[in-house]
C-alpha cells in the first residue's frame, strides 16, 4: 500500500514538472516570437492602440487615447471617440449636421461591440445627437441586439436622451439645392464615407469596436446601410481580432464583410490582406466595381492594423504611444494597375 502511495506521488511530482516546463517553453517561444508555440493560444497583445476610418478619425482618435493611455477599456475608449464626430457639424456624414434621406430628415445608425461578444445597435433613429451611446444601452440595458425606427427612439427617451435638431442650416440648404439638381450623382470618397469607425485595443489586452453613420446622403427614407450592423459594418472577435467597414454599405451587408475580415485575420493573414482579400472578394462579383467605394480597417489582437480599398482616397487613423497618423489605404485600382504594367 505504501508502494503504491509512493508511486502515485512520484506521479503527480513528474506532472507538475512537466507542466511547469511546458509554460516556461510555451512563455519563451510567445515573448520570442510573439506568437503562441501552442495552437489555440492566443499572441501576446502589443501596447494599446487605436484605429479609425477617415481624416476625422483623428480628433476621435485622441479623445479615445485619453481614455487608453490612462488605463481605461477599449469600450469606453471606442464610445467617447465617436462621439466627437456625432457632435461636430462640419463632418457632414455623422450626427449633428449629417446629410439627411430624401425627405430632410437626418436618421442615424449606430452600433458597438465589446471583447465578450456583447453588442447593441440602433437603426434609423432620429433627433438624437450620440446613438453610439444609445446603442451601447441597448447592449447593457435589454436583452437585445438592435431596436429601429420610433423603437429606438422611445427606448433613447426613456435612457434620458434629450431630443434635438440634427439638420443644420447648412445640410438643410444642401439637401433643398439636391432637390432642384435632379438628385445629383454622388461623389466617391465624398457623400460614399458614411461611417466613422473605430477599433481599440486596451492595456488589458481587450478589443472593442464602434460604428456610426448619419447614412448615405439622400438615401430613400428607411434605408439602413451596414454600420449598424454586426458582422457587416462592425465585427470584433477577443482572440483574433476586429475590423470596420466604409463606403457602399450595400456591399458589406451582402458579404458580412467585416466578419469576413476577421475570419480571414484567424487563418493567418495580417489585417491589410485580409482586408484586401474581402474587398476582391466584392470586387470580383461586380463588373463595374470601379464604380463604388468599400473600404476595410481591421486591428489584431496583437496591435497590427492596416486597411483596403477598392478606390484611391480612404484614409485611417492610427493613434498610439508617441504617434498620431493619418495613413493611406492601398486600393483595388492601383494594383490591378501595377499588375497590368
Keep these: 500500500m505504501s508502494n503504491r502511495r509512493d508511486f502515485l506521488k512520484l506521479s503527480a511530482i513528474g506532472g507538475m514538472i512537466s507542466a511547469l516546463l511546458l509554460s516556461q517553453k510555451t512563455l519563451a517561444a510567445t515573448t520570442a516570437g510573439g506568437k503562441s508555440a501552442v495552437p489555440g493560444k492566443t499572441p501576446m497583445p502589443k501596447q494599446p492602440i487605436v484605429v479609425s476610418t477617415w481624416e476625422h478619425g483623428m480628433p476621435a482618435n485622441a479623445a479615445a487615447w485619453q481614455i487608453l493611455s490612462s488605463g481605461g477599456t477599449a469600450l469606453d475608449a471606442v464610445e467617447q471617440g465617436v462621439r466627437v464626430p456625432e457632435a461636430d457639424p462640419n463632418v457632414r456624414t455623422v450626427g449633428l449636421g449629417g446629410y439627411p434621406d430624401a425627405s430632410g430628415e437626418v436618421t442615424l445608425d449606430a452600433c458597438i461591440m465589446d471583447h465578450q461578444m456583447n453588442c447593441g445597435a440602433v437603426a434609423y433613429l432620429k433627433r438624437i445627437k450620440h446613438p453610439i451611446s444609445v446603442a451601447r444601452k441597448v447592449m447593457e440595458q435589454t436583452s437585445h441586439v438592435m431596436l429601429v425606427g420610433e423603437g429606438a427612439q422611445q427606448f433613447a427617451k426613456a435612457q434620458g436622451f434629450i431630443e434635438e435638431n440634427l439638420l443644420t442650416e447648412q445640410s438643410k440648404a444642401d439637401w433643398q439645392q439636391w432637390l432642384t439638381s435632379g438628385a445629383a450623382k454622388p461623389q466617391i470618397n465624398v457623400e460614399n464615407h458614411d461611417t466613422i469607425g473605430m477599433l481599440a485595443l486596451d492595456s488589458h489586452g481587450n478589443l472593442a469596436g464602434a460604428c456610426t453613420t448619419s447614412g448615405a446622403a439622400y438615401k430613400l427614407p ?101 504617434s498620431a497618423t493619418l495613413l493611406d489605404a492601398d486600393n483595388l485600382l492601383n494594383q490591378s494597375a501595377g499588375a497590368k504594367a
Excluded at 481591421?298 to 487613423?317: H, R, V
Aim: proline residues 4%.
Design 222 to 322: 428607411g434605408r439602413v446601410g451596414d454600420s449598424p450592423i454586426i458582422g457587416a459594418g462592425l465585427y470584433v472577435d477577443n482572440e483574433v481580432g476586429a475590423a470596420t467597414a466604409t463606403g457602399q454599405g450595400e456591399l458589406m451587408m451582402k458579404t458580412v464583410g467585416c466578419h469576413l475580415v476577421v475570419e480571414l485575420m484567424r487563418q493567418g493573414l495580417s489585417p491589410k490582406e485580409a482586408c484586401r482579400k474581402a474587398v476582391e472578394r466584392i470586387a470580383a462579383r461586380l463588373p463595374d466595381f470601379a464604380k463604388f467605394q468599400v473600404g476595410f480597417l481591421a486591428l489584431s489582437k496583437t496591435g497590427d492594423s492596416g486597411a483596403f480599398c477598392i478606390q484611391p482616397g480612404f484614409n485611417y487613423a492610427v493613434q498610439a504611444q508617441g
